[in-house]
């Protein structure tokens, strides 16, 4: 399988949970899918693509010599190759689908309207840590006054 190809598939797998996460309503086996399936599965993914990166398994698809992430230009040398791409795209998908599933558990169990975290569910999509810090900021009072910080 192509790197585009694992790319565009992680791609896929990713925007289907998210749409069901925003769109559909949160039954308890949808919720655990996410989890499950989709995020273990990526988390999956990006642990066989490093691994055969690191290994010498699988053809990076460019040039990774000297790659590290001590500096800019080591990063931009692993990424540079498409596997090191793919991977890194890989790990912002697990891992920003991670965020996103417990910032709607979070919001559901703190009785915020799914109109309110909608936006903030989709700005954790497109710009991961700017939703998470968003949602930090509105659930903060709610959270103190239910005694509940976790």
Excluded: C
Excluded at 33 to 48: D, P, R, T
Excluded at 100 to 124: E, M, V, Y
């Amino acid at each position: 399988m192509s790197w585009d190809a694992i790319f565009g598939a992680a791609n896929m797998l990713a925007l289907l949970a998210w749409v069901s996460l925003i769109l559909l309503p949160r039954w308890p086996a949808l919720l655990s899918a996410i989890l499950y399936l989709v995020v273990g599965l990526l988390s999956m993914l990006y642990a066989g693509i490093l691994i055969g990166l690191v290994g010498g398994f699988v053809d990076p698809g460019g040039d990774m010599t000297g790659g590290n992430f001590s500096s800019i230009e080591g990063v931009q040398t692993l990424f540079s190759a498409k596997g090191g791409l793919t991977m890194g795209w890989i790990h912002y998908l697990a891992f920003d689908l991670f965020v996103g599933l417990w910032i709607a558990r979070d919001a559901d169990a703190k009785s915020f309207s799914r109109i309110l975290q909608a936006p903030i569910l989709a700005a954790t999509f497109l710009a991961g840590p700017l939703g998470l810090f968003v949602w930090l900021l509105v659930r903060e009072p709610r959270a103190r006054a239910l005694g509940r910080w976790s």
